[in-house]
Structure formats: structure tokens, C-alpha cells
């Protein structure tokens, strides 16, 4: 099982970026896929996933702003993200709940001007 984020980088606060996630091993299609983020000396905290039928789920800090989405034939999920804070800094991390769960390395992102 392997889960690769990209996309991440530098953009100054009210821009954007779309977050991919790329996964092999396993069968992507029957899984649910996750986005969570870790700022710099604080936890992980959950952002917005995506169950195998589409339906879709955020946390309230992100919701409006980000948007969650999967390619099945890509075998690939992706954030959107939108209006970008300061405080949205942190390293981006992809989960599949495939078995017991599977994270991928993260992609970081910061917000700054």
C-alpha cells in the first residue's frame, strides 16, 4: 500500500491550492479516503473524507473552504482549498481506512505573505 501526497507549497493568505493524493496496493474504489493536517507543536487534527459512494465530510474550521474529491479511475483523492489562512499551515497527510488504515508521508503547506 502506497499513499503519495502532492501539491503543497507556499501561497500567501486568500489563495489556493489543490492537494492530490495517489494511491496503489489496495482496492482505492471500495475505500473511504481522509485528509488531516499537523501544524507545527500541535496534533493531528482531522479535516474531511470521503466514504467509496462520495459522500463527503468536513470539520467545521475547514467547511465552505475546503473541498474534497476522489478520481476513482485515477486512483487518486483530492483537497481543494480555498481562501487560505496562516493558520492552515501545517504538513497535509492522506489516510485510506483499507485494513487498520494506511497514512501517506504528507505534503507540506504554509500560508504566508
Known amino acids: 500500500v502506497q499513499l503519495v501526497e502532492s501539491g503543497g507549497g507556499l501561497v500567501k493568505p486568500g489563495g489556493s491550492l489543490r492537494l492530490s493524493c495517489a494511491a496503489s496496493?489496495?482496492?482505492?474504489?471500495?475505500?473511504?479516503m481522509s485528509w488531516s493536517r499537523q501544524a507545527p507543536g500541535k496534533g493531528l487534527q482531522w479535516l474531511s473524507g470521503?466514504?467509496?459512494?462520495?459522500?463527503?465530510y468536513y470539520a467545521d474550521s475547514v467547511k465552505g473552504r475546503f473541498v474534497i474529491s476522489r478520481d476513482n479511475s485515477k486512483n487518486t483523492v483530492y483537497l481543494q482549498m480555498n481562501n487560505l489562512k496562516p493558520e492552515d499551515t501545517a504538513v497535509y497527510l492522506c489516510?485510506?481506512?483499507?485494513?487498520?488504515?494506511?497514512w501517506g508521508q504528507g505534503t507540506q503547506v504554509t500560508v504566508s505573505s
Open positions: 470521503i466514504r467509496n459512494d462520495g459522500t463527503t
Open positions: 489516510r485510506s481506512d483499507y485494513e487498520s488504515g494506511y
Open positions: 496496493g489496495f482496492s482505492f474504489s471500495n475505500s473511504a
